[in-house]
């Protein structure tokens, strides 16, 4: 909404739209499919990309972009990792502006806008992307992470400690080996976590690209086989059935790879605020509001405080699904 309100002021949102398509890709969002209400032609992507050519005439004719160095390179990052080619002449734009000592906060060198500018660069080579001059590029990432490491404070901050998230991520990204550690600053910003925590896991806004989505429905890898029997109570009766799953399989990932299996286990599921819950099994209904019944689930005799989504299987156990009155 916030976007969208300063789009209709005719505002530019390079920085604000760029840091929600990365949050978009982090969630495996298909970015193609996500459109901007007043123009629901154009897609996030497209519009962030004339946005960028809007703040390289900025550039151009006034020697700085309207919003900032910072947003400018986000957006290059956000393009690049997003798998969009990025124009030679918004790159140049930007690799200019680092070899003229540009990228500063009044007479002071900004490492934020040194580290977004040097994983926005770093990407472009990566991926191969071109630019004006192979050789300039070297020399700009270069600069810029000889800046973030002359950024260095005493007790170890990067500029501060605000910007220490970003300067990690960025030295990483540009090859640097950086020792794990942890962090003693408390941050309640969402801002400021979502910039330290990949970082702190030894991750950086360029594993965006290759990062690997899965559907809900998929049960994800996990170390080592548990056995699972899923006993079934229906009003005619039990039965049982028995399978291997990963370990810390969800409940509802088991559910669907013993449907997969063909082992004449079938269910359904109605959602709800808690998440999904199981209305049919075996084509047994026990979601009749008017009869008051519901599927009961256990195990090994105790009843489940978590939904199918969260319960997680550790061990081998015994999971009782039981058609129940209330």
């Known amino acids: 909404d916030d976007i969208e ?12 739209l760029a840091l929600y398509i990365l949050a978009l890709k982090s969630s495996c969002h298909d970015l193609e499919s996500v459109h901007l209400t ?42 690049c990792v997003s798998g969009v080619r990025v ?13 003229h000592r540009q990228l500063k906060h009044g007479e002071s060198s900004c490492v934020d806008s040194h580290a977004v500018a040097g994983m926005a660069l770093q990407c472009l080579k990566d991926e191969g992307i071109a630019v004006k001059d192979n050789a300039e590029l070297d020399r700009a990432l270069a ?17 501060n400690e605000f910007s220490t ?16 550690c942890g962090s003693k600053q408390t941050y309640h910003n969402p801002m400021a976590i979502s910039q330290v925590l990949p ?50 399989s969800s409940l509802f990932e088991a559910l669907n790879l013993l449907q997969d299996k063909q082992t004449g286990f079938t269910f359904n599921t109605e959602d709800s605020l808690w ?3 199981l209305s049919v099994v075996n084509e047994e209904r026990a979601l009749q509001k008017n009869d008051r019944r519901y599927w009961h689930i256990s195990s090994v005799g105790n009843s489940l405080t978590q939904g199918i989504k969260d319960y997680k299987i550790d061990l081998s156990q015994k999971i009782t699904v039981k058609n129940t009155g209330y």
């Open 5 to 16: 309100k300063s789009l209709r002021n005719n505002e530019l949102v390079v920085g604000r």
């Open 38 to 79: 007043h123009n629901e032609m154009e897609s996030l992507l497209i519009h962030l990309k004339k946005e960028m050519e809007e703040e390289k005439q900025n550039i151009a004719f006034g020697h700085r972009p309207k919003t900032s160095y910072y947003q400018y390179s986000l957006g290059i990052l956000a393009l």
């Open 87 to 99: 124009s030679t002449h918004v790159s140049q734009k930007l690799i200019h502006a680092v070899e």
């Open 143 to 159: 600069t810029i992470k000889q800046r973030l490491l002359d950024s260095k404070r005493a007790d170890g901050h990067m500029g």
């Open 165 to 180: 998230g970003l300067a990690v991520q960025a030295l990483m990204a540009m090859g640097s080996q950086m020792e794990e």
């Open 199 to 248: 970082a702190l896991h030894q991750r950086t806004y360029l594993h965006l690209k290759s990062q690997e989505c899965r559907s809900e429905n998929e049960v994800l890898p996990s170390h080592g086989q548990v056995s699972l029997q899923v006993e079934v109570v229906k009003s005619s009766g039990a039965s049982s059935v028995f399978l291997h799953v990963p370990r810390g």
């Open 275 to 277: 998440g999904p819950f």
